[in-house]
């Protein structure tokens, strides 16, 4: 599968060195400023300060086509001399990678009320000094997003709804634990030295405070149980021994095996008791705001008498599903592909923290996506496909038409480097995914996990680097993710690494971060965690 805006002509190695040929016989092949390309109409002057416009732009568009081309020429010329690397090439790169800043001109006064003809190119109108994020850069600037977001009033959630999320405030203690003395295991409840004349009742768990114990007295109990009053230890059922006049006797069991098996010996006073607070007293901090509400938080909490947890709220996410060559269910048939983003991504942004409210196929309609943004009142929109630059391309132009601003257009990474995230309310951000899969799962880990953390309250994870047991290939210029599997004390790339290829990522562990040129064996490189937490 094709990444979105990428549906040209096969992609082929043959190509790309017959272009980088083409580039060095004719170097003035290139449009010139002020010139028009070859079967294109002249273009037309409206006077002199127009025309000074025009010369000046023209004159970014052409610096930027030449880096445009050196940059192809750079690859091509990488393929002559190691055809495995055409993987540089897998996806468009986006028009204009000049320097500047990502962001629409006249984006913070254009409004939400841009009339339809805003959008009516299907090619987006990029700034002419554009040039994408390096990698890191996107990460913090997607973090930096999730904070300029005003703070969301925490609410007391059912522990049942509370998985996943952010402690709010801290997790105190509402009573001891335990809250009163129970037995650790099951045997006999003993008072005094032995032997032991044993009651006829017993003690289960859950029962009221037993009568106290008299010396020389024991009384069969089951662990967690209440300890009776006065009870000096609990006899373990296998230290336990009775005599042919019903004494219970402390004995050294036989499966030890040593030569004192069976032999009398004398029990601790307070063995296998837990004492009441043994393990917090009233009042005491369990966990601090900030912590993760995780199933052993879960049991902690529930231990602790609670029944709702004071926590922040999950960030409410949409993803919008584009592309008319999606099906649904069924084999790929008749130009048309499965849809793999749908049933992929809600999961995944579930085990990143999110509350996915809806999951809407929109198919290649620019005014059923730009409806959707607009009615949109989740925190995140999510997008798949149509953040390139081709004819069905519609990301860019909606986000000119509700006047969103561009926080991150185009991340020096492959795969995914198409992504783009933008601020389009002072409390919603859209993140535009790549709609090739991996290149998706890039776009997530790049920008949406940053920027979800945030709005949930998560702490950044430490990040960790471990060596590669084989060499990694690298980018020329960008940061490359690469599936990893881990093992022990290495990390072992995989294949199936391709844009459109899902293989290699469902038998991962991790994505490893391979800077520009490659990692040779033995080089340490970060990892990037999958967060297989399935939360509901």
Known sequence: MRGRGARGGPDTDERYVEEALAVVDD????????????GRPPEKRHGPEQQQRDVAHDRDVAHDRDLEHDRDLEEALALVRDPGSRDVRSEPRTPGTGPGTPRYPGARDSGRDRPPEAASSATPERHPRHETTPWPEARTAAERAARSVPRREPADVPLENALGMVLAAPLTALTDL????????????????GP????????????????????????????????????????????????GKGRLHAVLPPALGSEGAGRTHT??????????????????????????????????????????????PRPRVEVLVLGDELLTEGLPRDGLIRDALGPMLPPWLRALGADVVAVRRLGDDAEALHRAVMSSTADVIVTTGGTAGGPVDHVHPTLRRVGAELLVDGVKVRPGHPMLLARTRDDQHLVGLPGNPLAAVSGLLTLAEPLLRGLAGRAAPEPYTLPLRESAHGHPYDTRLVPVVVRADHALPLHYNGPAMLRGIAAADALAVVPPGGARPGQEVELLDLPWVWAE
């Open 178 to 193: 335990p809250s009163f003395n129970t037995s650790a295991m099951d045997g006999w409840a003993v008072a005094g030295p």
């Open 27 to 38: 170097s003035g092949a290139r449009d010139r400023p002020g010139e028009a390309r070859p």
């Open 267 to 312: 029990v601790a006073h307070g063995q296998d008791i837990r004492p009441r607070g043994q393990e917090c007293h009233t009042g005491d901090q369990l966990l601090p705001p900030g912590a993760l509400v995780t199933p052993a938080v879960l049991g902690l909490a529930a231990a602790a008498g609670y029944d709702t947890l004071c926590a922040l």
């Open 196 to 243: 032991w004349d044993v009651r006829e009742e017993g003690i289960l768990a859950g029962h009221t405070e037993p009568a106290p114990l008299e010396d020389g007295e024991a009384v069969r109990i089951a662990t967690g149980a209440r300890i009776p009053p006065d009870t000096t230890a609990v006899l373990r059922s296998e230290h336990g021994s009775m005599d």
